[in-house]
Every structure is written in C-alpha cells, then in structure tokens.
C-alpha cells in the first residue's frame, strides 16, 4: 500500500506491464530491476530501496535476500485461486491498507551510479499524471497511438513508454531484450 516499495525483477513481457500496474494500483510504489544489470547492482538497489517485497519468476536468475518476501508469478493464478475470486471493480481506498495521495511515490528510479553510487529519485503520482497532462497538448495522445516499451524498464524514459499508452488507451507492445540490442 501507500508508504510502500516493490521490487519488480521481470524479463520485458506482458507480466512486467501486469505486475507494475498492480503494484501502483495497491498504492505501493513500484522500483523497477532489470534482471539483466549486474550483480552488484541488483544487490545494491535491492539493498538501499529496502522494500517491502520482490515480484519475480522462475526465469530470473538473480539473488534475492533470504528476509524479502517473494510472490514468485509462476502459475500464481492457478496455484492461489485468489485471482479468478477477485471482482473486476476498480481498486479504491477502502481496498488499500491506507488511503492513497496524488504525493505518495508511483516508482524508484536509480540512476546510472556515473558519478559514484547509484541514487533512487522517488517520483510521486501526481508527477506521472502533469508529465503527461503537459505533454498531450503537444501530442495529442489517444487511443490509436502505438507505443513501445523498448528501453529497460529500470531507465527513467521507459515512463513515457509504459505510463502513455496506459493512461490513454493505446497499444503497448513489449520489444524483447535481444530486438532492443540488435
């Protein structure tokens, strides 16, 4: 909920989109891990966002520490039954463990550590929302453009590459890892 940080550690797919929306929904703030970046890093960031759980799958190949709790994807909606129980209405305050604030932080991004340590800039909610609400009058966003989330998700530009076509109803399409190097 609110106050909260989950680590998302996700290969590009249509989970990464799935999990990172509902991390925000809950009010958490999301802190994205791309599985690729070294070691190192990984253990840093996971270190100094301290948050309060990680969301991967079986295909990731990171160490996570042993007090992080973990929702492992892998088969979730089979294995706890909890998602096909789950209503389709919007998720509201009531349903959060506290009421959610347009100040409350949407996401942790670390930066490239070129000058030393890595940094996590925390940016909140309604931060997200005026990016875009002073961008559309220059873009005209709607729901035929056709976005794509080709950056790491852990690179700050991929918020206008998730955050556009989620807020305005266009086509997201995830570029896999190896088209985004070629």
Known sequence: GPESLVAVILPRSLDLVVALLAVVKTGAGYVPVDPT????????????SRPTSVVLDSTVQVSVPAHLPSVVLDGFAVETGNIEDADDLPITDADRIAPLSPDHVAYVIYTSGS????KGVAVAHRNVVRLFANTDR??????????????????????????GP??????LIVVDYYTSRS
Do not use: K, N
């Open 166 to 171: 989620l807020l305005f109803g266009g086509s």
């Open 138 to 163: 220059d873009f005209g966003f709607g729901p035929r453009d056709v976005w794509t989330l080709f950056h790491s998700y852990a690179f700050d530009f991929s918020v206008w590459e998730l955050w």
């Open 115 to 118: 000058t030393g340590r890595p």
């Open 37 to 48: 970046y070294p070691a190192e890093r990984i253990a840093y960031v996971l270190e100094d």
